[in-house]
């Protein structure tokens, strides 16, 4: 685009030069003016698109955690949300509900696909959560199997505090005591979960 105009000339002649500048670029601003009226009613329209996918997640996600029976509304969450993270949560809550109702097969079939997650608090829930239902069920070893070997600091002190009761169900108090000391020593003096940990470790003195 040519430059608009030069200074230091008669009105008339600046008058004239306008007229002649817009005649020769008026088609480049018009063009301009319709790409960036275009680039700002996509980027509205995909702004609003997301906002409606996000209240349509959260609609079906609080369709799940209020009814347990609402298969429906996890099916439609994995259908049309399936990267949004209220699809997870949504899963995570139906096992919960599985649990409450004894359906510990179900709820580990829910947790199963999550541990795989690539969002690191969804795939540990899912591991101690599953671990946890396996304990309930009797099934040591695959408790201990899913738990395996935790290398995430954020998560060990639950990865330990679960494998504590794991061994104490096996009444192998040695390995017990280990990994409940274990899990104390990567607690704040002011956490419950602390204090837990410290009465199922005074009751094995």
Do not use: C
């Not at 996890?74 to 399936?82: C, K, R, S």
């Not at 005591?177 to 274990?182: A, G, R």
Request: glycine share 4%; no cysteine.
């Amino acid at each position: 685009m040519k430059n608009f105009i030069n200074v230091g000339k008669t009105e008339e002649e600046q008058a004239e030069q306008i007229k002649k500048w817009i005649r020769e670029n008026g088609m480049q601003i018009i063009a301009g003016v319709v790409i960036g009226l275009t680039a700002i009613w996509g980027l509205d329209y995909y702004k609003n698109y997301q906002y409606e996918q996000s209240i349509q997640a959260r609609s079906s996600y609080l369709s799940v955690v209020s009814n347990s029976n609402n298969v429906q509304a996890l099916t439609a969450l994995q259908n049309n949300h399936a990267d949004s993270g209220y699809t997870q949560q949504a899963v995570l809550m139906m096992a919960k509900h599985a649990v409450d109702a004894q359906n510990y097969q179900q709820a580990l079939d829910y947790l199963s696909p999550l541990i795989s997650s690539d969002n690191q608090f969804i795939a540990h829930t899912a591991k101690l959560r599953s671990a946890s239902i396996h304990l309930e069920m009797g099934n040591h070893d695959q408790a201990l199997s899913v738990l395996g070997s935790n290398e995430s600091s954020e998560f060990s002190s639950l990865y330990d505090h679960t494998k504590g009761d794991i061994y104490l169900s096996l009444n192998n108090i040695d390995s017990a005591k280990k990994h409940y000391q274990l899990a104390l020593g990567q607690l704040s003096a002011d956490s419950e979960l602390k204090n837990l940990i410290q009465i199922k470790l005074n009751d094995l003195n």
